[in-house]
């Protein structure tokens, strides 16, 4: 059975950080895409972060560019999405996903549950 865990959401005040990591079974995710998304109260789910199987190529929506940083540990089978300079405008439920396809357009196959990331001002 195929799993995609999130945890490391919080509460954080404006400016501060946060580590997300995800944890992946239930199959070999080593040549997949995987990424973050994240949808806020009474708006679509958005594309977040997203690297390819290697680590080598990643992509970032222009509201997060330059305060996130996304890694993989294949080893693991583990991906992080490292947030800095966090604004309120943040918060969300964030979400994992794994699948083929390319860092731009990606759009995910299997989903996590998503875990909460509350930025206070």
């Known amino acids: 059975q195929v799993q995609l865990v999130e945890s490391g959401g919080g509460l954080v005040q404006a400016g501060g950080s946060l580590r997300l990591s995800c944890a992946a079974s239930g199959r070999t995710f080593s040549s997949d895409v995987m990424g973050w998304f994240r949808q806020a109260p009474g708006k679509e789910r958005e594309f977040v972060s997203a690297?390819?199987?290697?680590?080598?190529?990643?992509y970032y929506a222009d509201s997060v560019k330059g305060r996130f940083t996304i890694s993989r540990d294949n080893v693991r089978n583990t991906v992080y999405l490292q947030m800095n300079s966090l604004k309120p405008e943040d918060t969300a439920v964030y979400y994992c996903?794994?699948?083929?396809?390319?860092?731009?357009?990606?759009?995910?196959?299997?989903w996590g549950r998503g875990t909460q990331v509350t930025v206070s001002s």
């Open positions: 690297i390819n199987w290697s680590g080598s190529s990643s």
């Open positions: 996903a794994a699948g083929r396809g390319t860092v731009v357009g990606f759009v995910g196959t299997y």
